[in-house]
């Protein structure tokens, strides 16, 4: 890495020294182009990888050692990586290499996996299709529905009367890889509400792990469908705290609505999903049709009527 006080940086040009000239400018790095081509540099070295997703890059003091440029300058080049989504800070430990969410995530059942297993949500065996541990942490609260789920209430949602309350489900979910204990990067978020009259005395009550599906199923309301509604969006500050995101980072933002078969809404699942590099799959049919499989022969030639229509 070059040292980029011995080239025509412009760094020394006023007598004072690379590493004193945050001092003198009031906390502002040096030249902005400084820490832009250090960054340069940096993006360089991962791009062509050098370093790997999850390698631990230099740190600052070896930065500052190897270019002779001052700590703002060093931190203002990691700030653009990191604002990129290159590259993530781990408080105490440094700057890593950003690992992308290379994931597939069904949004319905795909073929072969049954319905009834994930109804309404498939994330826990899409993350062990893909060999990841899981798990979540969920918290129960009770809100008014006047609460905003994409911009309506979840009351409207819901069907229900105004003044009324909803029972909330807020998971904030974790993966990680299999037998390297309990899961810490956090994946998604995924909240439910329920109308609270008709839950209020069940274990959804509780933030104990339960199936949803099955309780609703126990309640006479059977889950038969769902609609959705998909929005990608930038991440607000308080979603890339505790999603660990880059400064500038696009999620999928989900609402689901589940019916009974008579068509009365059940349940509002809220979701926010990382969108670095994640695949969002869904598969669909027309109603009364299989879907199509390779024939096991050449079908039968048309008829000349068929073949006109």
Same mark, same amino acid.
């Given at each position: 890495?070059?040292?980029? +006080?011995? *080239?025509?940086?412009?760094?020394?040009? $006023?007598?004072?020294?690379?590493?004193?000239?945050?001092?003198?400018?009031?906390?502002?790095?040096?030249?902005? $182009?400084?820490?832009?081509?250090?960054?340069?540099?940096?993006? !360089?070295?991962?791009?062509?990888?050098?370093?790997?997703?999850?390698?631990?890059?230099?740190?600052? /003091?070896? =930065?500052?050692?190897?270019?002779?440029?001052?700590?703002?300058?060093?931190?203002?080049?990691?700030?653009?990586?990191?604002?990129?989504?290159?590259?993530?800070?781990?408080?105490?430990?440094?700057?890593?290499?950003?690992?992308?969410?290379?994931?597939?995530?069904?949004?319905?059942?795909? #073929?072969?996996?049954?319905?009834?297993? #994930?109804?309404?949500?498939?994330?826990? &065996?899409?993350?062990?299709? @893909?060999?990841?541990?899981?798990?979540?942490?969920?918290?129960? %609260?009770?809100?008014?529905?006047?609460? =905003?789920? =994409?911009?309506?209430?979840?009351?409207?949602?819901?069907?229900?009367?105004?003044?009324?309350?909803?029972?909330?489900?807020?998971?904030?979910?974790?993966?990680?890889? %299999?037998?390297?204990?309990?899961?810490?990067?956090?994946?998604?978020?995924?909240?439910?509400?329920?109308?609270?009259?008709?839950?209020?005395?069940?274990?959804? #009550?509780?933030? &104990?792990?339960?199936?949803? #599906?099955?309780?609703?199923?126990?309640?006479?309301?059977?889950?038969?469908?769902?609609?959705?509604?998909?929005?990608?969006? =930038?991440?607000?500050? !308080? !979603?890339?705290?505790?999603?660990?995101?880059?400064?500038?980072?696009?999620?999928?933002?989900?609402?689901?609505?589940?019916?009974? @078969?008579?068509?009365?809404?059940?349940?509002? +699942?809220?979701?926010?999903?990382?969108? $670095?590099?994640?695949?969002?799959?869904? *598969? /669909?049919?027309?109603?009364?049709?299989?879907?199509?499989?390779?024939?096991?022969?050449?079908?039968?030639?048309?008829?000349?009527?068929? @073949?006109?229509?």
């Amino acid at each position: 890495m070059a040292n980029w +006080c011995s *080239q025509d940086s412009g760094e020394r040009r $006023d007598g004072v020294s690379p590493r004193n000239r945050a001092g003198a400018g009031g906390g502002v790095p040096e030249r902005r $182009d400084v820490y832009e081509r250090l960054a340069d540099e940096l993006r !360089e070295s991962i791009t062509s990888g050098q370093y790997q997703p999850g390698d631990k890059l230099p740190s600052t /003091l070896e =930065l500052m050692a190897r270019t002779g440029v001052a700590n703002l300058t060093v931190r203002g080049a990691y700030r653009v990586l990191v604002e990129e989504g290159l590259v993530e800070p781990v408080s105490k430990r440094g700057f890593y290499v950003r690992r992308p969410n290379l994931m597939t995530w069904h949004l319905n059942p795909p #073929a072969g996996r049954p319905r009834a297993a #994930a109804p309404l949500d498939g994330w826990a &065996a899409d993350a062990e299709a @893909a060999g990841l541990a899981h798990r979540e942490e969920i918290s129960v %609260a009770i809100e008014d529905a006047s609460v =905003l789920i =994409l911009g309506r209430p979840a009351g409207e949602r819901l069907g229900l009367k105004p003044g009324s309350r909803v029972l909330v489900r807020r998971a904030t979910r974790f993966t990680g890889p %299999a037998g390297g204990g309990a899961p810490l990067a956090p994946d998604s978020l995924s909240d439910a509400y329920y109308p609270y009259d008709l839950v209020r005395d069940t274990p959804l #009550a509780s933030p &104990a792990a339960v199936s949803p #599906a099955g309780i609703l199923a126990g309640l006479g309301h059977p889950l038969r469908g769902y609609d959705d509604e998909i929005r990608p969006r =930038l991440a607000t500050a !308080e !979603e890339r705290r505790i999603l660990s995101l880059a400064q500038v980072s696009v999620i999928l933002e989900l609402a689901r609505t589940g019916y009974d @078969a008579e068509r009365h809404p059940l349940l509002v +699942c809220h979701q926010i999903r990382r969108g $670095d590099g994640a695949i969002y799959h869904y *598969q /669909l049919s027309n109603p009364g049709h299989r879907p199509a499989t390779r024939p096991s022969r050449p079908p039968a030639t048309p008829s000349r009527a068929t @073949a006109r229509t």
